[in-house]
């Protein structure tokens, strides 16, 4: 293996963080990490560093933070560094200026099996779409977005009720391990790349993971009980489902609901018709069952057990939902 071969790695969340850490961890030369600029957040607007930007700090490396990664005075300062190798893990789209500098590469660590799912969302869309089976995949970057050529792939899973979040904490460990093997096969010469094109047959209409805006997440109750259910474990938890109840007087309370069960529909019910005992039970019927409601969240509120929800939130049949 090449140790002395010079890494820049980046990333920005926290899902970026445990491939970071194998990396150090295995005394990889990690001279510098780019990284999101500070963030205001909260009420009070204070400066929050990202989770990559914390780690590097932490461990005595060099922190870039550009806004705009074509800057002159970034990429005079990324060309100084002189590293052999970039690794990307949840960052933004890359210019070519940027991946094309180092000699050995610049690959990417994707939450899916490419060519499917490519995009901003492959975790959330995966679930969405009832897959029973999804992956990590490392490749090479060139100028079209999740396109480049594959390096290695691992299948993984995806369990009949797991959230976004649970496959999420699931793939950043699995996928830093595949960023190592990555690393290791690259500096020691031994890859051989596979096209995507490669992977798939003539005709085949690929799946799409796009950004998933507030408009997509709103509960369509119309749907079968399978979609429905899918699709709030797939924005759970974030961007997280959301819909409506409306009561007799017509005014409108926006919840979010994170975690459900699926049932048998209410015989002879329309969609969207909404059951409650006002004590512990609370169900919404769909096209062909009922989607029972065990975690939800009103707006302005912490996250609830609906126990607790209905406890302080006066609810009965005669409500709607939208």
Same mark, same amino acid.
């Given at each position: 293996?090449? @140790?002395?071969?010079?890494?820049? $790695?980046? &990333?920005?969340?926290?899902?970026?963080?445990?491939?970071?850490?194998?990396?150090?961890?295995? *005394?990889?030369?990690?001279? =510098?990490?780019?990284?999101?600029?500070?963030?205001?957040?909260?009420? &009070?607007?204070?400066?929050?560093?990202? +989770?990559?930007?914390?780690?590097?700090?932490?461990? &005595?490396?060099?922190?870039?933070?550009?806004?705009?990664?074509?800057?002159?005075?970034?990429?005079?300062?990324?060309?100084?560094?002189?590293?052999?190798?970039?690794?990307?893990?949840?960052?933004?789209?890359?210019? @070519?200026?940027?991946?094309?500098?180092?000699?050995?590469?610049?690959?990417?660590?994707?939450?899916? #099996? #490419? +060519?499917?799912?490519?995009?901003?969302?492959?975790?959330?869309?995966?679930?969405?779409?009832?897959?029973?089976?999804?992956?990590?995949?490392?490749? $090479?970057?060139?100028?079209?977005? %999740?396109?480049?050529?594959?390096?290695?792939?691992?299948?993984? +899973?995806?369990?009949? %009720?797991?959230?976004?979040?649970?496959?999420? %904490?699931?793939?950043?460990?699995?996928?830093?391990?595949?960023?190592?093997?990555?690393?290791?096969?690259?500096?020691?010469?031994?890859?051989?790349?596979?096209? !995507?094109?490669?992977?798939?047959?003539?005709?085949?209409?690929?799946?799409? *993971?796009?950004?998933?805006?507030?408009?997509?997440?709103?509960?369509?109750?119309?749907?079968?009980?399978? @979609?429905?259910?899918?699709?709030?474990? &797939?924005?759970?938890?974030?961007? *997280?489902?959301?819909?409506? $109840?409306?009561?007799?007087?017509?005014?409108?309370?926006?919840?979010?609901?994170?975690?459900?069960?699926?049932?048998?529909?209410?015989?002879?019910?329309?969609?969207?018709?909404?059951?409650?005992?006002?004590?512990?039970?609370?169900?919404?019927?769909?096209?062909?069952?009922?989607? !029972?409601?065990?975690?939800?969240?009103? =707006?302005?509120?912490?996250?609830?057990?609906?126990?607790? $929800? #209905?406890?302080?939130?006066?609810?009965?049949?005669?409500?709607?939902?939208?």
């Amino acid at each position: 293996m090449n @140790e002395a071969a010079k890494i820049i $790695f980046l &990333g920005t969340p926290g899902f970026a963080v445990d491939s970071l850490d194998i990396l150090v961890q295995n *005394a990889f030369r990690v001279i =510098a990490v780019v990284t999101a600029p500070d963030q205001p957040t909260g009420r &009070g607007q204070k400066m929050q560093s990202s +989770p990559v930007k914390e780690y590097a700090i932490q461990h &005595g490396i060099k922190v870039l933070q550009p806004i705009k990664l074509k800057d002159t005075s970034f990429i005079n300062e990324l060309t100084a560094l002189h590293a052999d190798l970039f690794i990307v893990v949840a960052f933004r789209m890359l210019p @070519e200026i940027v991946w094309k500098m180092p000699p050995m590469g610049t690959f990417n660590l994707h939450a899916s #099996l #490419l +060519p499917n799912y490519r995009g901003a969302a492959p975790i959330n869309h995966a679930i969405i779409n009832g897959e029973t089976e999804t992956g990590l995949t490392t490749f $090479f970057l060139k100028q079209e977005i %999740d396109t480049g050529e594959i390096i290695f792939q691992e299948k993984m +899973p995806i369990f009949p %009720d797991e959230t976004a979040g649970e496959l999420h %904490d699931r793939m950043k460990i699995a996928g830093a391990k595949l960023v190592l093997k990555t690393t290791e096969a690259i500096l020691n010469g031994n890859i051989n790349t596979v096209e !995507q094109g490669m992977l798939t047959n003539p005709g085949t209409i690929l799946k799409p *993971a796009p950004k998933i805006f507030r408009e997509d997440c709103r509960i369509d109750w119309t749907k079968s009980t399978d @979609e429905i259910y899918d699709k709030i474990r &797939g924005l759970s938890p974030y961007p *997280a489902a959301f819909t409506y $109840f409306i009561p007799p007087s017509g005014d409108s309370h926006l919840v979010k609901i994170y975690k459900t069960i699926k049932s048998a529909k209410h015989e002879g019910e329309k969609p969207s018709v909404l059951h409650t005992d006002g004590k512990s039970g609370l169900s919404v019927t769909t096209a062909d069952g009922t989607i !029972q409601i065990l975690e939800i969240q009103q =707006a302005g509120k912490r996250t609830m057990k609906i126990d607790e $929800f #209905l406890r302080g939130f006066r609810i009965n049949s005669d409500w709607m939902v939208g």
